[in-house]
T-cell receptor, first 113, second 114 residues
Framework: AQSVTQLGSHVSVSEGALVLLRCNYS??????LFWYVQYPNQGLQLLLK??????LVKGINGFEAEFKKSETSFHLTKPSAHMSDAAEYFC???????????FGKGTLLTVNP | DSGVTQTPKHLITATGQRVTLRCSPR?????VYWYQQSLDQGLQFLIQ???????AKGNILERFSAQQFPDLHSELNLSSLELGDSALYFC?????????????FGPGTRLTVL
């Protein structure tokens, strides 16, 4: 079965610190991987997506993610956290002939001043 | 703003009732997806339509049904509602190809069943 696992349901960082949100996927997940962000009381906004063109993917708001096939990982990073980054982040896999997105459980990011 | 619209934003109803959630996809998108977000189950795929035809089904209950109309808007019908159906329901759209591409999400409809 397809699965996407996000390690850590809650990550807390200080403003200006590195943000690292972890995502691992099962090998049965189709080749497209995504990170979405959900701000309180809002829908999901696409941060970035991997479609095999490049292993390092740059997204919006200074986020990037690296696809590592050998580790089946797609971790999200940002060099310097900002207060406005506080939100819930979802990793998802899907694409190609498999239409649905399979989501991880989400990681709530808290940024402390 | 993703370009996907959903109405209503909030819905409060009683057990046993029936409700309809509406979604309008982004201009030009042919695929519409429905997802349910709840605290215990997380984000779960319910169903997908492509250009009016059902394409894929996920964890959708028999009490739930959906359709996509010729103008490509979609409706999700939830009947015989139970307390456990309280959740955020998202619609997403992608396209115009048949293969899943980036899905753009609407703001969601928060359903509360009392």
């Amino acid at each position: 079965a397809q699965s996407v696992t996000q390690l850590g349901s809650h990550v807390s960082v200080s403003e200006g610190a590195l943000v690292l949100l972890r995502c691992n996927y099962s090998s049965s997940v189709p080749p497209y991987l995504f990170w979405y962000v959900q701000y309180p009381n809002q829908g999901l906004q696409l941060l970035l997506k991997y479609t095999s063109a490049a292993t390092l993917v740059k997204g919006i708001n200074g986020f990037e993610a690296e696809f590592k096939k050998s580790e089946t990982s797609f971790h999200l990073t940002k060099p310097s956290a900002h207060m406005s980054d506080a939100a819930e982040y979802f990793c998802a896999g899907g694409g190609g002939s498999n239409y649905k997105l399979t989501f991880g459980k989400g990681t709530l990011l808290t940024v402390n001043p | 703003d993703s370009g996907v619209t959903q109405t209503p934003k909030h819905l409060i109803t009683a057990t046993g009732q029936r409700v309809t959630l509406r979604c309008s996809p982004r201009s030009g998108d042919l695929s519409v997806y429905w997802y349910q977000q709840s605290l215990d189950q997380g984000l779960q795929f319910l169903i997908q339509y492509y250009n009016g035809e059902e394409r894929a089904k996920g964890n959708i209950l028999e009490r739930f049904s959906a359709q996509q109309f010729p103008d490509l808007h979609s409706e999700l019908n939830l009947s015989s509602l139970e307390l456990g159906d309280s959740a955020l329901y998202f619609c997403a759209s992608s396209g115009p190809g048949q293969g899943a591409d980036t899905q753009y999400f609407g703001p969601g409809t928060r359903l509360t069943v009392l």
